[in-house]
Nanobody, 120 residues
């Protein structure tokens, strides 16, 4: 059974930091591209950061470049998002996604999300 579980959200002041973690099980983790998305109030879900299965390639949305860092530990089946210099506009539910494509099959798993609130 597939599980994708986020943790680490909370309330932080502007300029502060948080580290989100996503623990996965039930699928071959190292074969999946892992991503963090976010869903802010009144806005559509947006891609935040992506990391390839081997961890060699990362990509970031322009609005987090230089502030957020995605990393993964394939031995522990986890992917983290280090968020620094947080801004009120970073307030959102952050969701972890696992994606793999094999021929004509697409495997796409989501967690329930963790709330991040940036406010003074």
């Amino acid at each position: 059974q597939v599980h994708v579980v986020e943790s680490g959200g909370g309330l932080v002041q502007p300029g502060g930091s948080l580290r989100l973690s996503c623990a996965a099980s039930g699928f071959p983790f190292s074969g999946y591209t892992m991503s963090w998305y976010r869903r802010a109030p009144g806005k559509e879900r947006a891609l935040v950061a992506t990391i390839t299965g081997d961890g060699r390639i990362t990509n970031y949305a322009d609005f987090v470049k230089g502030r957020f860092t995605i990393s993964r530990d394939n031995a522990k089946n986890t992917v983290d998002l280090q968020m620094n210099s947080l801004k009120p506009e970073d307030t959102a539910v952050y969701l972890c996604n696992a994606l793999a494509v094999d021929g004509y099959s697409k495997y796409d798993y989501w967690g329930q999300g963790t709330q991040v609130t940036v406010s003074s």
